[in-house]
């Protein structure tokens, strides 16, 4: 493995990147350009010891888990994703045809012992593939059903049931991963199906997409205007599933506030 190669490889990359294009705060000083190494480690979900010996050709060969994490954090294109497995010595395995609608049975079954959280999977297109009984109590709709997703609602109006404060940034967190999405999956007659309904039935997801937003999962707040509990203060975090490119997403109240009570309240056994 040529570790020169490899380390310089991923300085250049990381230099060519800018903090506002994933949605990381860029109005303090920056002695070099492009993202730091603590924040490519954060996104790439690894430590930052890690991140800096691969940087400073002192790592040991990465794994190939590791190297699609890096191609994902840096934003990699599928050449230069392959180029980043021929350095590190591995054959990158070829992109999936289409994105992955199955969830794994263990993620599944962690949503359900999490009982004051709601929670759902969503694939790379946005479908809801998986939730709790909270999850469905606070979104409602046609989250049940199975049928549901949160590009749909967002832009459609389909399923959706309560207004919340987020809707206009999640507009453009939606857009920069379908945009993602489109990029992996250049065959995937779904997702080719669900970009042509939303450009047609949405100017203002159309307009969006030609910004090319990008957005990086991460903790927000908003507020949403639940019909029975009222207006709720809610946190939002994500996880991802990297092998298959689903995000889990957790949906909480801070400990002891009013949300969080009406959250024990909209619990199946509040």
């Not at 990381?24 to 790439?44: C, H, I, K, Q």
């Not at 045809?97 to 012992?113: E, F």
């Not at 507020?223 to 809610?234: N, S």
């Amino acid at each position: 493995m040529p570790r020169q190669e490899l380390a310089r490889f991923l300085r250049e990359r990381r230099a060519a990147l800018r903090p506002y294009e994933l949605g990381l705060p860029s109005d303090t000083p920056r002695r070099t350009p492009g993202l730091r190494r603590e924040e490519v480690a954060e996104l790439a979900h690894m430590s930052v010891d890690y991140y800096v010996r691969l940087e400073q050709a002192r790592g040991p060969r990465p794994s190939p888990r590791i190297l699609e994490a890096l191609a994902q954090a840096l934003r990699l294109t599928p050449a230069e994703r392959s180029h980043l497995f021929r350095l590190a010595g591995t054959s990158a395995p070829p992109p999936a045809a289409g994105a992955v609608r199955n969830v794994r049975p263990h993620v599944a079954r962690m949503l359900w012992r999490l009982p004051e959280t709601g929670a759902i999977v969503t694939d790379a297109t946005y479908g809801v593939i998986a939730w709790n009984p909270l999850a469905q109590a606070l979104l409602g709709g046609d989250l049940g059903r199975g049928t549901a997703n949160l590009a749909r609602r967002r832009f459609l109006g389909e399923g959706r049931l309560h207004e919340s404060s987020s809707v206009e940034e999640f507009g453009s967190i939606v857009v920069a991963r379908l945009r993602r999405a489109a990029d992996r999956y250049p065959y995937d007659p779904r997702l080719t199906a669900l970009l042509d309904e939303l450009h047609a039935g949405s100017a203002e997801f159309h307009q969006l997409w030609e910004t090319r937003p990008v957005h990086a999962p991460g903790h927000r707040v908003k507020a949403l205007d639940h019909p029975t509990a009222g207006r709720l203060r809610l946190n939002c975090d994500v996880l991802l599933v990297p092998e298959d490119d689903q995000e889990i997403v957790l949906i909480t109240a801070d400990p002891g506030s009013p949300s969080a009570r009406a959250l024990r309240g909209l619990a199946p056994n509040g």
